[in-house]
């Protein structure tokens, strides 16, 4: 069953997260385990972060509309400390990905990547989009094609 909440309670769900007008709908789909990214209905194009309007066609015709999770690491990079956040462990660097979506060539989304050696994750490594819960909340993350969830 889908989980609607309220502008308040939403705010109240992700503490301490920049949410705006512009990126509720990002927010309201983790809560229902649903990577949501802004598309054009005017071009057509994904783009992130979120915005009200179009950054290639400048049409105000954008909503947050649900992408597979499939792609490939971009950019990896490996933090050997970092600020303190439940579920990190910086004895083992941890790392952090951007991966470009399957829908879009430049469609970009960061995160980590579970259930896998540091040794295996790589540039241009097939992902799936993968979900943990942290702090209390469904907080997506990527795992390698054709490994366990």
Not at 11 to 19: A, D, L, M, S, T
Not at 71 to 80: D, E, T
Not at 108 to 125: L, M, W
Request: net charge negative; proline share 10%; charged share 20%.
């Amino acid at each position: 069953m889908p989980v609607d909440v309220s502008d308040d309670e939403l705010v109240q769900r992700f503490p301490g997260e920049p949410i705006t007008h512009d990126n509720a709908a990002h927010y309201r789909g983790r809560l229902n385990r649903e990577l949501l990214m802004n598309r054009c209905a005017e071009c057509g194009r994904w783009h992130a972060p979120a915005k009200p309007i179009c950054p290639d066609c400048w049409s105000s015709r954008v909503s947050a509309q649900p992408v597979s999770g499939d792609g490939v690491i971009f950019m990896a990079i490996f933090l050997h400390r970092g600020p303190a956040a439940p579920g990190i462990d910086y004895r083992v660097p941890y790392p952090v990905v951007a991966v470009e979506l399957a829908e879009q060539e430049g469609l970009r989304f960061t995160s980590t990547v579970v259930g896998a050696d540091n040794d295996d994750i790589h540039i241009g490594a097939p992902v799936r989009l993968d979900w943990i819960d942290r702090a209390g909340v469904p907080t997506p993350v990527f795992a390698l094609r054709g490994s366990p969830s």
